[in-house]
Nanobody
Framework: QVQLVESGGGSVQAGGSLRLSCAYS????????MAWFRQAPGKERERVAT???????SYADSVKGRFTISQDNAKNTLDLQMNSLKPEDTAVYFC??????????????RGQGTQVTVSS
């Protein structure tokens, strides 16, 4: 059974940092693109960062230079280090897994999400 469980969300002041973690199981990560998404109330879901099967990473322009995605294959975890947080980063963040490449926004598996709130 595929599971993705996020942790590490919370409240922080602008300029602060948070580290999100996603523990995944039930599938072979080697065949999947892994990603972090976020969704704020009234806004469309945004793909924040991806890490491909070859380890290549990509970021949304809105977080480039501030967020870092990483994957620990020994622990089956996907992390998102978020620095210099802004109020507009406030959202529910969730991790997701997609078979094969990262070229599409269609992800077959996702977690329940964790709330990140950034106050000004």
């Amino acid at each position: 059974q595929v599971q993705l469980v996020e942790s590490g969300g919370g409240s922080v002041q602008a300029g602060g940092s948070l580290r999100l973690s996603c523990a995944y199981s039930g599938f072979n990560y080697r065949n999947y693109c892994m990603a972090w998404f976020r969704q704020a109330p009234g806004k469309e879901r945004e793909r924040v960062a991806t890490i491909g099967r070859d380890g290549s990473m990509s970021y949304a322009d809105s977080v480039k230079g501030r967020f870092t995605i990483s994957q620990d294959n020994a622990k089956n975890t996907l992390d998102l280090q978020m620095n210099s947080l802004k109020p507009e980063d406030t959202a529910v963040y969730f991790c997701a897994a997609r078979w094969s490449t990262c070229v599409s926004n269609e992800y077959g598996y996702r977690g329940q999400g964790t709330q990140v709130t950034v106050s000004s």
